[in-house]
């Protein structure tokens, strides 16, 4: 049974979802309706009637769908730095904690259950990153959403593992950057490959998991990279 329990702040929602029976009901059923149509299909109205209440009782909860789609991804990120921590403290070698770190980024291992969050479908949040989470900062808000805080779990994340970058080469000059093209491209190869083949060598054809083939690239050009 798990025993992680994620804490965003205020900012994030209009009232704390995690309070309530139904505030938790809303984002279980809302990452699977959010995967199954796409965000720009999805809406409250449509989450509202899968969970059988008002589109309403939603909105009390959130502002809009891009602030409920920031609250899914923060809430992404700030459990994957708790499965990093948790996977990697015991490795003294940083070349090795980096590449099981890029693994785990992109989920090309299986995490133990006790790394589950109560009430969520980790492998559909993953879906819902993968597809919309650059939605969460490509649009004109996008200073004002980072006024408040709200990348601040995205970015503590990126940060440690930054540091394990500086702690292999300290001399290189772009530890941050190479950290947010990892991430982005963790989930980006496996979408190209799912639905832009031409754009990448990861592929459905080949016998590894599409999340070990992208693991393997990322690995490849990072270590290439660093002295």
Request: hydrophobic share 40%.
């Amino acid at each position: 049974m798990s025993t992680i329990s994620i804490v965003l702040g205020e900012n994030f929602f209009k009232k704390d979802p995690q309070s309530s029976d139904l505030g938790r009901k809303i984002v279980s059923k809302g990452i699977i309706v959010l995967d199954e149509l796409g965000f720009e299909e999805f809406t409250f109205k449509k989450l509202a009637e899968s969970i059988e209440s008002t589109e309403a009782s939603v909105y009390r909860y959130f502002k809009n769908k891009h602030k409920f789609l920031v609250y899914l991804s923060t809430y992404y990120w700030s459990w994957l730095e708790y499965v990093i921590a948790f996977e990697t403290h015991h490795f003294s070698d940083a070349k090795v904690k980096l590449e099981n770190i890029i693994r785990i980024v992109c989920h090309a291992q299986d995490f133990p259950d006790a790394l589950d969050l109560p009430e969520v479908d980790i492998s559909k949040l993953r879906s819902v990153i993968d597809k919309e989470s650059d939605k969460t900062y490509l649009n004109r808000n996008v200073d004002e959403i980072n006024s408040k805080g709200l990348f601040t779990g995205y970015k503590s994340l990126c940060s440690k593992i930054a540091e394990v970058v500086a702690q292999i080469d300290p001399k290189y000059p772009y530890p941050r950057a190479l950290v947010s093209m990892i991430m982005e491209a963790s989930h980006q190869q496996v979408f190209f490959a799912q639905h832009l083949p031409s754009l990448t060598e990861v592929s459905k054809g080949k016998p590894k998991r599409l999340e070990e083939q992208a693991a393997d690239f990322l690995n490849h050009t990072v270590m290439h990279s660093l002295k």
